[in-house]
């Protein structure tokens, strides 16, 4: 029986992301949106919608930082993806190789004159 493989994600890289999404939100809520009076009322909701996004972005980029378990983690069963935090798929090793046995066409060119 062959030895399992496990990748992590990039901690360096999302410990990064997070602080930059968490510095967005700080420079959002209280320089932009603290004294709106001198934004319009159409910029005031896309800041809003930016500081969503970066609260979001932050949380995941975290969530990803301080989490042990490995990304991808290849075993002698197959191949085992965590996408996020609960989203787990397993593909076997049969399903793997069937690909072989698929015809691919090239369609380069199609529709170009």
Do not use: H
Not at 8 to 37: E, H, Q, W
Not at 78 to 89: A, D, T
């Amino acid at each position: 029986m062959q030895q399992t493989e496990n990748f992590y994600s990039n901690r360096i890289l999302t410990a990064f992301c997070s602080v930059v999404m968490f510095a967005a939100v700080y420079i959002i809520y209280t320089k932009l949106l603290a004294d709106p009076g001198d934004i319009t009322e159409i910029a005031y909701f896309v800041f809003y919608g930016f500081l969503i996004v970066a609260v979001v972005g932050g949380l995941a980029c975290a969530i990803l930082t301080f989490d042990p378990r490995p990304i991808v983690q290849i075993s002698p069963d197959g191949i085992g993806i965590r996408s996020f935090v609960f989203i787990e798929e397993f593909v076997p090793w049969n399903e793997v190789v069937g690909t072989r046995n698929e015809v691919y066409k090239n369609r380069v060119g199609v529709g170009v004159r």
